[in-house]
């Protein structure tokens, strides 16, 4: 296993148990700098724009947990792809308001440099993934 799947791996750990303990992890999982782009931007409060840094995550996380109950990312495969890896997984979230479970297939980019991730994004496709990775 590479370096950069490595880390996406401990990522969805942490998400898994909790955004705080993504968080904590901040440092020995992401670049200072740590850029995310989840599938709906703008639908947990980002305004459109990226979530940059330790900040950025502290408030992606403290966004989504007003909107969702819970939920988890579970990898089904890898896929190194240069720089970049994808993880194709299943995400699953429920709303805080309505009780009701969400479950989708997503495909997630990270790119890695110098043992930390830089650059994350989400997407519903693999082919967007792709594109992504490619680009």
């Known amino acids: 296993m590479s370096e950069a799947e490595d880390l996406v791996r401990r990522v969805m750990e942490a998400h898994n148990r909790g955004g705080d303990a993504v968080v904590d992890a901040?440092?020995?999982l992401f670049a200072p700098d740590f850029e995310w782009t989840p599938m709906t931007v703008?639908?947990?409060?980002?305004?459109?724009?990226?979530?940059r840094g330790r900040e950025g995550m502290e408030r992606y996380?403290?966004?989504?947990?007003e909107v969702f109950g819970g939920g988890e990312v579970h990898i089904s495969s890898?896929?190194?792809l240069g720089d970049?890896?994808?993880?194709?997984?299943?995400?699953?979230?429920?709303?805080?308001?309505?009780?009701?479970t969400v479950e989708?297939?997503?495909?997630?980019?990270y790119?890695?440099?110098d043992g930390r991730l830089t650059?994350?994004?989400?997407?519903?496709?693999?082919?967007?993934?792709?594109?992504?990775?490619?680009?």
């Open 84 to 100: 970049a890896v994808i993880a194709h997984a299943r995400s699953t979230a429920r709303g805080r308001a309505s009780g009701a």
């Open 104 to 109: 989708e297939d997503i495909s997630l980019v």
């Open 111 to 113: 790119w890695c440099r």
């Open 78 to 80: 890898v896929e190194p």
């Open 42 to 51: 703008g639908a947990v409060g980002s305004g459109g724009a990226p979530y």
């Open 119 to 135: 650059r994350g994004q989400a997407f519903r496709s693999r082919q967007d993934a792709l594109e992504a990775a490619s680009a």
């Open 26 to 28: 901040f440092d020995d």
């Open 61 to 65: 996380y403290r966004e989504r947990a």
